[in-house]
């Protein structure tokens, strides 16, 4: 291109940003509702409202610190009955205590999920259910080999599933 090709360019685009300039500024903006600062307080019918749209209820901070305490004892109630048997038919399930030694053995064929249930009526672990997820999340699901491994009650998922993939 040219010097007087350049010139010319430069020209047009001095003379475009100009326009635009002259534009925005000396033309009013319409004012949409979100550039509006409108100062609104909100009261109660606007709360109930947006809480019965979102199918939600407001309670009273005293009523509130009631349920919490209702639920709390309920949570500790709950605690006692699983500690304490109901019947002879339970007694066969006696307290071991914290290092008791467990031999587990696993057989071709079985799944994580059984060894999880297995351990949990042991008493080696509190939740099945965890464990299990605990194993395939880190993938020690597919490392798990038949035999027989000693476990002891309190060991961590992480301890179990190094004990089983050895």
């Given at each position: ?90 007694q066969e399930k006696e307290e071991k205590p914290p290092s008791a ?32 997820a605990y194993l395939i999340e880190a993938n020690y699901h597919t ?24």
């Open positions: 291109m040219s010097k007087t090709g350049f010139r010319a360019f430069a020209a047009g685009m001095i003379l475009s940003t100009s326009v635009l300039a002259a534009t925005y500024f000396l033309f009013e903006k319409e004012k949409k509702a979100e550039d509006v600062d409108v100062k609104r307080e909100v009261g109660e019918t606007d709360i109930s409202s947006y809480l019965n749209k979102n199918d939600q209820i407001a309670v009273a901070k005293k009523e509130y610190d009631e349920l919490v305490g209702y639920k709390e004892t309920a949570i500790k109630l709950k605690a006692e009955q699983e500690k304490q048997p109901s019947d002879g038919s339970n030694k467990y031999k587990l053995t696993i057989s071709d064929g079985m799944s994580t999920g059984d060894v999880s249930n297995i351990l949990e009526q042991e008493g080696i672990i509190n939740s099945a259910s965890d464990l299990n490392k798990i080999r038949s035999g027989s491994y000693e476990l002891s009650r309190g060991m961590s998922f992480r301890e179990i599933a190094n004990v089983l993939t050895k």
